[in-house]
Structure formats: structure tokens, C-alpha cells
């Protein structure tokens, strides 16, 4: 069964500045799915960015971006000149490409806090 | 709008009683989800279902059922067996390619209390 392992329960970086949240996974597939979701104090699930494991280069969303480094099972996010808006807690998740509409597999999250 | 709509979003149940929360969606998605979500954990899928009339159980389905007669609803109920029933319920919907990518909206979720 796929893990998803996220080491740091708590972040807290300087507005403006850039933040860099760790994940890694163990999962036995070649082609799946990764992705960043966000949840802001309202508890609502918001999708950041994905990446698909098939492809070399890594996905960028505005001041998101990843490293995604699939022979060491890893995935991290880069939050450049961070808001007080990205707040929130982040938790990094997998998706089986091959099971058509399973359900994700998340990590338990990491906790960002942005110091103004 | 089309969403996903959870009600209610806050939900007190005595103990040893079952419980239905709502989850609907108009997006015209196939496929739709449970997860719950405690304190200082990620998100655990309770079940699943990919077309109507079909589910599919979670990694953590134990104390809980679901239907799905309709494509908009997948109604959970938490019955009397789930041992720690207090959490916070989010339901999610994609659409149902063969194979691939299907981003999973989320609803904003239901906290269950029990009393």
C-alpha cells in the first residue's frame, strides 16, 4: 500500500520569503499522481499544484513550484515571496493513475505559519 | 454555482445513535468520496463510489455505510460501531476517466460531535 510521509508538523517562515515544505512517498506504481492541497482556517480543501509522475519537468503555479525527484520517492513545495494569505495547513497527496477514480492517500500535513 | 454542498456543517449526536450526513453535488461528476479528517492527521478515505449504485470501501470503513442511488448524493452514515465517531467529514467528487488524472473537489465539510 502507498505512503505518504510528511516530516514537518509545523514550518514558519517571514513574509516575503521563501518556504520550502518536505514530502516523500513509497508506492510500488510508475504512474501516479502528486499533488499539494491547502487548507486555509476555513477548512476548505483547496488544490495547489500537481505533478505528474511520468513527466521530468517540475510543475510551477505562479509562486508555487515543486521538486519532484521520483527515484528518491520525493516531493517538495516551494512557496516563493510568501502572503500572509498562504497561512494554512498543507498536506502532500497520492493518486494511482491507473485506478480511473480512486480515492487520494494524504500525508498529515504540515502547518504554516507567516510571520509579518 | 455548481459545488458541492455539505450539511450541516456542524452535527452533536448522542452516543450509541447513527447518524446521516448529506453530501450533494451538481457537477455532473461520476465518482464521489468520503474522508475524515482528526486533529494532526491528513485526510483517511472512508469510501468511495464510482457510479451510481456501486461503492467501494476506504482504508478505514469499519462503523460506517453508504449509498449511492442518485449520481448528485452519497449519503454516510456513522452508526453505533464506529468506536471514534467525533471528526471532521469532507466529501469530495471528479469525473470518472478510464484512467489518469481526476481533480477531486472538496465540499466544506461537516464536524460531527459525539456527545
Known amino acids: 500500500a502507498q505512503t505518504v510521509t510528511q516530516s514537518q508538523p509545523e514550518m514558519s517562515v517571514q513574509e516575503a520569503e521563501t518556504v520550502t515544505l518536505s514530502c516523500t512517498y513509497d508506492t510500488s506504481e510508475s504512474d501516479y499522481y502528486l499533488f499539494w492541497y491547502k487548507q486555509p482556517p476555513s477548512r476548505q480543501m483547496i488544490l495547489v499544484i500537481r505533478?505528474?509522475?511520468?513527466?521530468?519537468q517540475n510543475a510551477t503555479e505562479n509562486r508555487f513550484s515543486v521538486n519532484f525527484q521520483k527515484a528518491a520517492k520525493s516531493f517538495s513545495l516551494k512557496i516563493s515571496d510568501s502572503q500572509l494569505g498562504d497561512a494554512a495547513m498543507y498536506f502532500c497527496a497520492y493518486l494511482y493513475s491507473g485506478g480511473g477514480a480512486d480515492g487520494l492517500t494524504f500525508g498529515k500535513g504540515t502547518h504554516l505559519i507567516i510571520q509579518p | 454555482d455548481g459545488g458541492i454542498t455539505q450539511s450541516p456543517k456542524y452535527l452533536f449526536r448522542k452516543e450509541g445513535q447513527n447518524v446521516t450526513l448529506s453530501c450533494e453535488q451538481n457537477l455532473n461528476h461520476d465518482a464521489m468520496y468520503w474522508y475524515r479528517q482528526d486533529p494532526g492527521q491528513g485526510l483517511r478515505l472512508i469510501y468511495y463510489s464510482q457510479i451510481v449504485n456501486d461503492f467501494q470501501k476506504g482504508d478505514i470503513a469499519e462503523g460506517y455505510s453508504v449509498s449511492r442511488e442518485k449520481k448528485e448524493s452519497f449519503p454516510l452514515t456513522v452508526t453505533s460501531a464506529q468506536k471514534n465517531p467525533t471528526a471532521f467529514y469532507l466529501c469530495?467528487?471528479?469525473?470518472?476517466?478510464?484512467?489518469?488524472?481526476?481533480?477531486?473537489?472538496f465540499g466544506p465539510g461537516t464536524r460531527l460531535t459525539v456527545l
Open positions: 469530495a467528487s471528479s469525473i470518472r476517466p478510464p484512467a489518469g488524472y481526476n481533480e477531486q473537489f
Open positions: 505533478q505528474e509522475a511520468y513527466k521530468q
